[in-house]
């Protein structure tokens, strides 16, 4: 007896799909590797994104502490020194001492000379600041920027209206005479009876 093959034959068509499922197979292992590397390619560039802008972050940090510290310390000796006139001066309105001004009039002129050294002090520096954050986020982000910084000052100027006070004219109080008629009047004294 002759022995037969026992592996079925396939058909051209049955070959001709196996070969396409096998292209296909082999396609979709390139895309899956083609993504997989851009993916990585991608996660690499927004890491360093991530790292540069901590850095510079921290680089802000510390350059703002810097420039803070000099101007702090120096406010704080100004306010100090002013807290110490001001001190005795309170002292003195405590004691009652002939000459020294009253308690309110001495915390008066203390808050003031605090204002005024806060205002000398602090303002043109946070000013200076502002206008180079402006400057910074005008370049930075260009007319987004700008649209934004636009629709705030129109939110700040309404806000202002709306909140300003209002000054209405008071009208003068409105009088009524009232006239009594000889008719009220006797209808009225006959109720009285």
Do not use: C
């Not at 196996?18 to 590397?37: G, Y």
């Not at 001492?97 to 008066?108: A, E, I, Q, R, Y």
């Not at 636009?150 to 004219?169: E, F, I, L, R, S």
């Amino acid at each position: 007896m002759m022995a037969t093959n026992s592996t079925p034959q396939m058909t051209d068509s049955q070959v001709q799909t196996q070969a396409q499922t096998m292209d296909n197979t082999a396609a979709t292992t390139d895309n899956w590797k083609q993504l997989r590397m851009e993916g990585s390619a991608r996660l690499d560039r927004i890491g360093t994104i991530l790292k540069t802008a901590f850095v510079e972050t921290k680089t802000e940090f510390q350059s703002g502490t810097e420039v803070m510290k000099p101007l702090a310390q120096e406010l704080s000796s100004t306010v100090v020194e002013n807290l110490k006139e001001t001190g005795t001066k309170i002292n003195d309105a405590w004691t009652d001492k002939p000459g020294s001004p009253d308690v309110p009039t001495t915390l008066k002129s203390l808050l003031s000379s605090f204002a005024a050294t806060v205002k000398a002090k602090l303002f043109p520096w946070l000013k200076s600041e502002a206008e180079t954050l402006d400057a910074k986020l005008m370049k930075n982000y260009g007319e987004r920027y700008g649209a934004a910084k636009h629709k705030v000052m129109v939110a700040k100027a309404w806000y202002a209206q709306a909140t300003a006070p209002v000054d209405v004219p008071m009208e003068p109080p409105v009088t009524v005479d009232v006239v009594a008629t000889e008719a009220g009047a006797s209808q009225a004294a006959t109720t009285h009876q």
